[in-house]
């Protein structure tokens, strides 16, 4: 069965510096999307993006982040300068489509720890 | 505010014996409901899709039904291999994307 692939599966970084997360959607998949969960909170949004721009972002996702898809099979989430409360597990996840019969299919995460 | 809320927390079965999980929201305008499995360090996989009140969707020892109000996960005859956290979502109704709005989830643990 065909799924979301994510790497690394745990970064550790220092305040202030940058780190790019890396997610390889489901090959056929439309709608892209990054979300990540605090330890012990709620999975939350942070972006979609398709067609090569951003649908949708909330407001966590402020001008630190950035977000892309370089070539026809990744999908990139870059963090310019860490905070150390930007550690959680990043998920990476895509959909077919919009349609309510497209759920999304999420990544397996990648643990950043901003030490 | 659109919300999800999920009880309990955390549920402790012993195998083979059968219980229900609350997804409770509030949105304006429900959009499809989720129901997804989560194990520890992984990432949410995916269940069911919910539409509309009186739906109702069945895989294995799990079954998903929908209210106007609120979603059960009815698990039944549980195994260990059904402990898990499980998540609700929803559908944010002000959204063109898919943006969920998640529960906190129930822990669940079965215990041989």
């Known amino acids: 069965e065909p799924e979301v692939t994510q790497t690394p599966s745990h970064q550790v970084t220092q305040m202030g510096q940058e780190v790019i997360l890396r997610c390889v959607p489901i090959s056929n998949h439309l709608y892209f999307y990054w979300y990540r969960q605090i330890l012990g909170q709620k999975v939350e949004f942070l972006v979609s993006?398709?067609?090569?721009?951003?649908?949708?972002k909330s407001e966590i996702f402020d001008d630190q982040f950035s977000v892309e898809r370089p070539d026809g099979s990744n999908f990139t989430l870059k963090i310019r300068s860490t905070k150390l409360e930007d550690s959680a597990m990043y998920f990476c996840?895509?959909?077919?489509?919009?349609?309510?019969?497209?759920?999304?299919?999420f990544g397996n995460g990648t643990r950043l720890t901003v030490t | 505010e659109d919300q999800v809320t999920q009880s309990p927390e955390a549920l402790r079965l012993q195998e083979g014996e059968s219980s229900s999980l609350n997804c409770s929201y509030t949105?304006?305008?429900?959009?499809?409901l989720f129901w997804y499995r989560q194990d520890p360090g992984k990432g949410p996989e995916f269940l069911f899709t919910?539409?509309?009140a009186g739906e109702e969707k069945e895989k294995e020892r799990l079954k998903a039904t929908l209210t106007k109000k609120e979603s059960f996960l009815h698990i039944t005859a549980p195994k260990p291999e059904d402990s898990a956290t499980y998540l609700c979502a929803v559908r944010d109704p002000h959204s063109g994307t898919y943006k969920y709005i998640f529960g906190t989830g129930t822990r669940l643990k079965v215990l041989a």
């Open positions: 949105v304006s305008g429900l959009r499809g």
């Open positions: 996840a895509s959909s077919a489509g919009r349609a309510v019969n497209s759920p999304l299919h």
């Open positions: 919910l539409y509309s």
């Open positions: 993006f398709y067609n090569n721009e951003i649908s949708e």
